[in-house]
């Protein structure tokens, strides 16, 4: 398997078809064998029937559900650990990160890093609740750990296959990967990316 593609999913009944549509779309121009893991993370809505029916026609995605509700953080790591691509990439599933920059992130890994990161540099969110607090975030983290990455909240990112299954995630540690990825011994980078406004869901 050349690449697989990790999307933790909750709650997201307004935005799957589309978003995998985009989504396979964008690789089909790849020319690469893929697998897409949807990793349903104890959904209360329609998602993971949605998902159902998606895994029914299309022979490249595989599910995985939680029976509750864990975070981002555990199903994360639920589906890097199943992954069987020699790449990896992880997106969000509320269609704010563009399908269309998985190949630029794959570009940008094939120039000699084992991670590549997605900064959202012209974020489309909420300002008070979502924009300052990464702002703040960011800058303690990089701070702490001397990682120069701008977006450790960035969920688009593009791994070596072995690192991102040698990542070790518990809590709310999917806001560290930069850091974790280069204390094992990591290259890591970042790449702007596109961040596109939510159009369904909460």
Known sequence: MDLSVVLPVFNEEGNLEALHAELTEALA???????????????RDASFS????????????????????????????????????????????????DPRDIARLLARLGEGYDLVSGWRKDR?????????????????????????????GCMLKAYRGDVARELRLYGEMHRFIPAIAADLGARV???????RPRVAGT
């Open 189 to 195: 980078d970042e790449l702007v990316v596109n961040h």
């Open 124 to 152: 489309k969110d909420d300002f008070w609740s979502r924009r300052l607090p990464s702002v703040a975030a960011n800058r303690m983290i990089r701070a702490i750990t001397g990682v120069r990455v701008h977006d450790y």
């Open 50 to 97: 949605i998902l159902q029916r998606i895994r029914e026609a299309d022979p490249c995605v595989r599910l995985l559900r939680f029976r509750r509700n864990y975070g981002q953080t555990a199903a994360l790591a639920a589906g890097l650990e199943r992954t069987q691509g020699d790449v990896v990439v992880t997106l969000d599933s509320d269609r704010q990160n």
């Open 29 to 43: 121009g790849l020319g690469l064998r893929y697998e897409v893991l949807y990793v349903d993370d104890g959904s």
